[in-house]
């Protein structure tokens, strides 16, 4: 376990739904940091992931506030009025997909493209984007979800990708993907099976936020469960 240099700032993306406000409770909560962002498109100012103008000044208000040691990425898409999850390639319409790739893909990407720079060069900083397990293509023995896969695949490899860079620029940090299990939110109810655990957000970022205070630079670029075990890319 490698711990958090006293003093630090944490600011957490999506921080609007339910595991984003979970996460945004227990970091104020545990006093780990001296001030915690809280950024979603409800809030002021408003923060939409797929902005980039609005996600770099998002990073550059955290930064300013003390050295960024942590970042967290909450926002995601899978389903809204109109679009949900695929049960075959006749349901894969690019609207859809284009909505799923921008929130969950290029939004990941542009908050990393601000935030990873903005680590310090020094001591532990953590930058983690909320995945899922579905998003693994070597996972999938199921077939469907044709745009929350792919984009979620997308999303991983986006942080693998730029994780390689983060190791030669920020030795002692670490960018993951970390997949929550299935929470009792908004985005994941309609989807809930009988026999799956089900957790609160509350539960979901507790066994999250352990698996970040045990990271190490070691861990630089996994794609890890709320469990802390590796998962298949």
Not at 119 to 142: C, E, F, Q, Y
Request: a positive charge.
């Amino acid at each position: 376990m490698q711990s958090f240099p006293t003093g630090g700032v944490a600011a957490v993306f999506g921080a609007s739904g339910g595991l984003g406000r979970a996460f945004v409770a227990h970091l104020e909560a545990s006093g780990a940091f001296d001030h915690v962002f809280a950024f979603s498109r409800a809030g002021t100012p408003p923060v939409d992931v797929t902005d980039e103008p609005a996600v770099a000044a998002a990073v550059q208000m955290a930064a300013e506030a003390g050295p960024l040691r942590l970042v967290v990425n909450a926002s995601g898409f899978l389903h809204d009025g109109r679009f949900g999850p695929e049960k075959s390639w006749r349901a894969i319409e690019p609207a859809h997909m284009a909505r799923a790739f921008a929130v969950n893909a290029i939004g990941p990407a542009l908050i990393l493209k601000h935030a990873l720079p903005a680590l310090p060069r020094k001591g532990k900083a953590v930058a983690a984007t909320l995945s899922a397990k579905v998003g693994s293509i070597g996972d999938n023995h199921l077939g469907g979800w044709h745009s929350y896969r792919a984009s979620k695949a997308a999303q991983n490899q986006i942080v693998r990708t730029m994780a390689i860079e983060l190791g030669r620029k920020r030795p002692e940090a670490a960018a993951v993907a970390l997949h929550p299990g299935t929470t009792d939110t908004a985005l994941s109810a309609p989807f809930g099976k009988a026999g799956l655990t089900v957790r609160t957000p509350e539960e979901a970022v507790a066994r999250l936020a352990a698996v970040i205070d045990r990271l190490t630079p070691d861990d630089n670029g996994a794609f890890l469960s709320h469990d802390g075990s590796r998962l298949p890319w």
